[in-house]
């Protein structure tokens, strides 16, 4: 019988700002599948010991943006993004977890991130952390850096508004709304990853790296960290 011949896939046009930000729509899609619906960076802990509820999710929120994982990430895709040695910034993403959830999540994400993006566009991607797969794959679009952190940025705080809507009594449109008022501070977070350095590179958010790691030893869970 004759070999079937292997399909070839055709990259995705994203030469114009219009198709980059249709591109960049469905990688971040929850559609897009690197399993973001399994992780919660520690958040199921803190809602399990009442440290968040409907009332301090936002206020916990806000530090993940602007002194937690949030703006570590916000500034390895501001690295990738511009970056020759993306292996090097690679290692530099792993050693910056403090859990090992928190390493598992964001290396797992990232090699399902990667294999997606090689397998739409044809294009080897090795396996990577998440922002930095992300990043490495975004650098050509035709699109301003804090528009690409930014839109990143929405969509891991999706994913932990998420977590909330399925653990505590959140409804999904208190959910939206809550994400809403992120954009402001989204925005300000994104704008500031973009001009970031390796220096950079640090978190204060205390307590949702204890939560992470106290996630660890939760006998009954949902979700992965």
Avoid: K, Y
Avoid at 41 to 62: F, K, N, S, Y
Avoid at 108 to 122: K, P, S, V, W, Y
Avoid at 134 to 155: S, T, V, Y
Wanted: some cysteine; hydrophobic content about 55%.
């Amino acid at each position: 019988m004759p070999r079937r011949a292997t399909a070839i896939p055709t990259p995705p046009n994203t030469t114009t700002p219009e198709a980059a930000r249709l591109h960049l729509a469905q990688i971040l899609s929850p559609a897009f599948p690197v399993g973001g619906f399994a992780w919660s960076q520690g958040l199921e802990w803190a809602m399990d010991a009442g440290l968040v509820t409907r009332a301090t999710l936002a206020p916990w929120l806000a530090g993940w943006l602007d002194h937690g994982a949030g703006w570590a990430d916000a500034v390895l895709v501001a690295l990738s993004l511009r970056a020759t040695d993306h292996a090097a910034l690679d290692d530099l993403a792993r050693a910056a977890c403090l859990s090992s959830q928190r390493l598992a999540e964001t290396v797992e994400q990232g090699t399902a991130f990667a294999a997606n993006i090689a397998a739409l566009t044809g294009r080897d991607q090795p396996p990577a952390a998440l922002p930095v797969a992300f990043g490495r794959a975004c650098a050509a679009l035709p699109l301003p850096h804090p528009e690409i952190i930014a839109a990143f940025l929405q969509a891991q705080a999706a994913v932990q508004i998420g977590a909330a809507v399925r653990f505590m009594p959140l409804g999904p449109v208190e959910g939206q709304r809550m994400l809403a008022a992120l954009h402001p501070a989204i925005l300000a977070a994104a704008a500031r990853a973009a001009q970031a350095t390796q220096d950079d590179l640090a978190g204060t958010a205390w307590g949702a790296d204890i939560a992470a790691m106290r996630h660890e030893t939760m006998p009954v869970r949902i979700f992965r960290s």
